[in-house]
């Protein structure tokens, strides 16, 4: 369903308190959604423009990201983890984000289906912090945080085998994410990537290693940002068998020897 131009003075009216970068950023975001046939409510838009607040302001103190300007975060980080969405996949399932960092793609994947179940993983304890009060402040329900490296994550007992869904943008290259998510996905499950230009050229590299850990690649659907045009793809992984206990290897040995490479096992 397509937003309606009185959605769009609804959200307007009850915009205080939001800055006018926020606002900027909201609009260039309803805009190109609505271009894409992404329909999202006045609430989600306000959630999306507290974010950009709570981001843009935290940023000024603590490295979240380079990319700061109202086009920037609505088209590189809001649109561009929503690309990844797959309701067949998500609705209402268990996802983890793998590496969270400012929250991408785990917070806006939450804000437009709120049935799912999420848990944001990073090493880094103040950015776990950022994103507990950004769902505070946004009234998101239903998310988790755990502070630990992805390695460890995967040996954990609470986390090993048991989303239906693994989410991560920007963390590493295929070979190496496919160790840090696949031990976390249950047997039957995905693991999605969001890769950039070179997508073909790390799947070809992480082919063994997907085998290995009980993946198969089944899909890699090519999108287009708004405005943009550099070759981007969205990888989805099922996984087919039970991940070795083996893996994942200890801290840093997956990103030093990558598997099924000429360094790795």
Request: glycine share 10%.
């Amino acid at each position: 369903m397509m937003p309606t131009e009185n959605q769009g003075k609804t959200f307007i009216a009850n915009s205080a308190g939001l800055s006018a970068d926020a606002l900027q950023c909201v609009e260039i975001l309803e805009k190109k959604c609505r271009a894409g046939e992404i329909s999202l409510s006045d609430v989600q838009l306000k959630q999306f423009a507290a974010y950009f607040d709570l981001l843009t302001e935290t940023n000024k103190v603590m490295n979240l990201t380079a990319l700061i300007s109202p086009e920037d975060v609505a088209v590189k980080h809001f649109i561009d983890s929503l690309l990844c969405y797959d309701e067949r996949l998500m609705k209402g399932k268990t996802v983890i984000d793998v590496g969270t960092g400012a929250g991408f793609p785990g917070i806006p994947l939450k804000i437009y289906d709120p049935s799912i179940k999420l848990v944001l993983l990073d090493s880094l304890a103040k950015r776990l912090s950022f994103l507990e009060k950004v769902t505070e402040q946004l009234r998101i329900t239903g998310v988790r945080f755990e502070h630990m490296r992805a390695e460890d994550a995967g040996h954990s007992k609470v986390l090993r085998g048991k989303f239906d869904v693994a989410v991560s943008r920007a963390v590493a290259r295929l070979s190496v994410l496919a160790e840090y998510c696949l031990p976390l996905v249950k047997k039957g499950g995905s693991m999605i990537a969001l890769k950039g230009s070179k997508y073909k050229e790390e799947m070809d590299e992480a082919g063994k290693a997907v085998g290995i850990l009980g993946g198969k690649i089944i899909e890699a659907r090519e999108v287009v940002l708004p405005g943009l045009d550099d070759g981007r793809a969205i990888i989805v992984i099922q996984k087919i068998k039970d991940t070795p206990s083996l893996y994942p290897r200890k801290a840093g040995l997956p990103a030093k020897k990558p598997l099924g490479g000429l360094s790795g096992i």
